[in-house]
């Protein structure tokens, strides 16, 4: 079956990010549980290439249906699943990465949607919290994207929400997005003071 084309992100209202991101019609793969048959000998590099056999993936539609059929086990690792096999794959940091951004509203009110590398489209909020990590090459956020697996948000896209964080005035420093906030500073939590 045909992957639907990626709709044009810059077209898009929030509204629509919304609708498309809860309507989007993926694989039962929390449901499936084949016998384990070994290595997909696939990678996902950090920066989101996809890579298989050491050679990137160039087909973008094949890149969105593999997508759709990665787990992330109990155990952390991650699986490619299909109602008959599951087939490890390597991640060397988040699966996805968040490459666009759209804000609207202000404060408590703002919601921020985000398109990620495989075309999916996600509406930061108490179901796909962001977290920020601090790292020996500085602080690295994240969007939740289902089922344990993340997006990696793009530097750009970080540079988005840190202006409005220091924009909007909160303490810590942080984004509204979905009635929810996210502080920008790693483990600290909670709604600004």
């Known amino acids: ?58 087909r973008q539609p094949m890149v969105r249906l593999f997508s759709t059929i990665l787990r992330r086990e109990p155990d952390g690792g991650y699986v490619l699943v299909t109602p008959a096999e599951k087939l490890d794959i390597a991640v060397e940091d988040a699966p996805f990465v968040a490459v666009e951004m759209k804000a609207e509203g202000e404060g408590a009110a703002m919601t921020l949607g985000f398109r990620l590398n495989t075309g999916d489209l996600v509406t930061a909020g108490p179901e796909h919290a962001l977290r920020f990590e601090e790292r020996a090459e500085g602080p690295r956020p994240y969007l939740h994207v289902r089922g344990g697996l993340e997006a990696l948000v793009s530097r750009p896209v970080y540079y988005q929400l840190a202006e409005i964080a220091l924009s909007n005035g909160s ?12 502080p920008l500073e790693p483990g600290t939590s909670g709604e600004p003071a």
Not at 10 to 25: F, P, Q, S
Not at 171 to 182: K, N, Q
Request: aromatic share 10%; net charge negative; glycine share 12%.
């Open 171 to 182: 303490e810590p420093p942080g984004v509204w997005s979905g009635g929810a906030f996210f």
């Open 1 to 58: 079956m045909p992957m639907p084309p990626e709709p044009d992100f810059a077209k898009l209202t929030l509204a629509d990010i919304l609708r498309l991101g809860e309507g989007a019609r993926l694989p039962p793969v929390d449901r499936w549980n084949p016998a384990h048959c070994g290595d997909s000998e696939m990678r996902i590099a950090r920066d989101g290439t996809w890579y298989h056999q050491g050679s990137p993936i160039g």
